[in-house]
């Protein structure tokens, strides 16, 4: 489950006969490829939870617990 908003300006996805799977990839994200034999939605969901597993962690606030 994601926890935070993931925002693309596109998101490629194209059947490969050599892979015998849909390739889903970003421009903003170019390392990061999520493959799908059976859905092109499915591929582009692996996209987004691989994006949402290399973002890098939120800061912690450095204030003391109250």
Do not use: Y
Not at 22 to 29: K, L, P, V
């Amino acid at each position: 489950m994601m926890t935070t908003d993931i925002s693309l300006s596109a998101c490629h996805v194209r059947w490969s006969a050599a892979e015998a799977a849909f390739i889903a990839r970003s421009d903003q994200h170019p390392g990061l490829v999520c493959r799908n034999e059976w859905s092109s939605l499915a591929a582009i969901e692996g996209l987004l939870v691989l994006i949402e597993r290399h973002r890098p962690a939120p800061e912690q606030s450095h204030r003391p617990a109250a």
